[in-house]
């Protein structure tokens, strides 16, 4: 596979279900990131790994939890969330955290949280 | 923050036509990058051209140009010869060019092509 790959596509959880979100990047690149997108609204940046080191948590309710075991893959755990948590999740990856490079993104994960 | 501002949430063009979408931003930096990106139905968000602030001349990638006026801080997109496969969802972004900052994005315009 190439680009950037999320598992699963869909996911519908209760609120007290624990689940997680998967990303890959086959790019070699060395940031990653997920991003909220609900409609009508901006993209929402929630986290950012450079190095599997988190750089940025912007302010994201702990219900979320990332996790980055190497360059390649990206986790988004999640236990407790609501319902205004359903949305769109996208991770992302770029060569590094410079301004220039621009950002690849995964599919996406549609979550409904019932 | 930098705030960036798609004024348009929908806009259609007929095929083979020419479409124009806006974007502004806010900022007190002078060095950044802006990007518009293309997210079709159920399909990955990919970049469809780039502008690097400091330079006057604007982007250009085939049938999309950009107009970049950094005094005004507009940066509207321009597709040409509008194809069906270009009905998406448009989203303007900025960046700042100090490394380890993230990308803004703004609301989205959604763009329809009629046959």
């Known amino acids: 596979e190439t680009g950037v790959t999320q598992t699963p596509r869909h996911l519908v959880m209760g609120m007290t279900n624990k689940k997680s979100l998967k990303c890959e990047q086959h790019?070699?690149?060395?940031?990653m990131y997920w991003y909220k997108q609900s409609a009508k609204k901006p993209l929402e940046l929630m986290f950012v790994?450079?190095?599997?080191?988190?750089?940025e948590n912007n302010s994201v309710p702990s219900r979320f939890s990332p996790e980055c075991p190497n360059s390649s893959h990206l986790f988004l755990h999640l236990h407790t969330l609501q319902p205004e948590d359903s949305a769109l999740y996208l991770c992302?990856?770029?060569?590094?955290?410079?301004?220039?490079?621009?950002?690849?993104f995964g599919p996406g994960t549609r979550l409904t949280v019932l | 923050a930098q705030t960036v501002t798609q004024s348009q949430p929908e806009m259609s063009v007929q095929e083979a036509e020419t479409v124009t979408l806006s974007c502004t931003y806010d900022t007190s930096e002078s060095d950044y990058y802006l990007f518009w990106y293309k997210q079709p139905p159920s399909r990955q968000m990919i970049l469809v051209i780039r502008?690097?602030?400091?330079?006057?001349q604007n982007a250009t990638e085939n049938r999309f140009s950009v107009n970049f006026q950094k005094a005004a801080k507009s940066f509207s997109l321009k597709i040409s010869d509008s194809q069906l496969g270009d009905a998406a969802m448009y989203f303007c972004a900025y960046r700042s060019a100090r490394a380890g900052n993230q990308f803004y994005f703004g609301t989205g315009t959604s763009l329809t092509v009629i046959p």
């Open positions: 790994y450079n190095f599997k080191e988190q750089t």
């Open positions: 992302a990856s770029s060569q590094d955290l410079d301004g220039y490079n621009e950002q690849f």
């Open positions: 502008q690097e602030a400091y330079k006057q």
């Open positions: 790019l070699g690149h060395n940031a």
